[in-house]
C-alpha cells in the first residue's frame, strides 16, 4: 500500500473535442473511422494483467507504487477490446522520469500526457499476451479522485449483475456505430457509467482515494 501523500480535488471527465484528443496525444492520435470488435470475456486477460503486473514492479523497483487491473478486461462476463487497461499509482504521475525509462524496456511507450486533468499519463504496449493485442497504462498520482472511481466501478460490477448487464448491453449498441477516434467510443459511455457508479456511491462508503 502506498502512502497517502494528498487528495486533490475533483475535476469531472467531460468529452473531448477532435482538437483536445489531437493535443492530448504526443503523437498524431490514430485514426479510427470504424465501429468496435468487441470479444466475449476470457480468463486469460486477468492473466495477463497478473504476469504484467509483476514485471512492472520488478522494473519499478524501489518507487513507491501500486498496480490494479481496471477497465472491462477486469471484469469477467463483460465483452471488451483485447487491450488490458492497467492504472498504475505513484507519487507523482506528472515526474515521468521517475517511471517511464524503467517502463520503457518493457515495451512501453509515453502516448498521452493531459496535464489538466489530473495529471493524467498514458503509456502503451502492443503485443500484450496472446490474448490480448495491448496494454494502456493509466498513471495517475496518489491521492486522486480517479483512482476511487476506477477501481469501484470495476468492483461493482464484479458484484452486480444487473448494472454489469447494461454496462454490456450498452456497450455493444455504442460498438455498432461508426468512431472517428476510440476516446469519441470511450466518452460516449459516460452517461451510463456516471449513472452505475452514483448508485454505487450510495451503497459502497467512500474510501481515501488512493488507499487500498
Known sequence: MMPQERQEQEIPRVSMTDEEIE?????TPPLLNSNIKLMEYTPEWAAAFT??????????????HRIEH????????LPAKPVIDILLIVPDSADESAYVPSLSPLGYTLAVREPDWYEHRV???????PSAESANL???????????RMTLFRDWLRAHTN???????????LAQRTWTYMQHY?????EVIADILE??????????????
Do not use: F, W
Open 70 to 77: 481496471t477497465g472491462s478486461t477486469s471484469v469477467p462476463g
Open 51 to 64: 504476469e504484467e503486473a509483476r514485471r512492472m514492479s520488478d522494473g519499478l523497483g524501489a518507487l513507491p
Open 186 to 190: 470511450a466518452d460516449a459511455k459516460s
Open 163 to 173: 448494472d454489469r448487464d447494461l454496462y454490456a448491453r450498452t456497450k455493444r449498441d
Open 138 to 148: 493509466h498513471v495517475l498520482s496518489t491521492g486522486c479522485p480517479e483512482i476511487q
Open 123 to 129: 503509456l502503451r504496449k502492443p503485443d500484450l499476451a
Open 199 to 212: 448508485r454505487a456511491m450510495r451503497t459502497e462508503p467512500p474510501s481515501a482515494p488512493g488507499s487500498s
Open 23 to 27: 493535443a492530448a496525444n504526443l503523437k
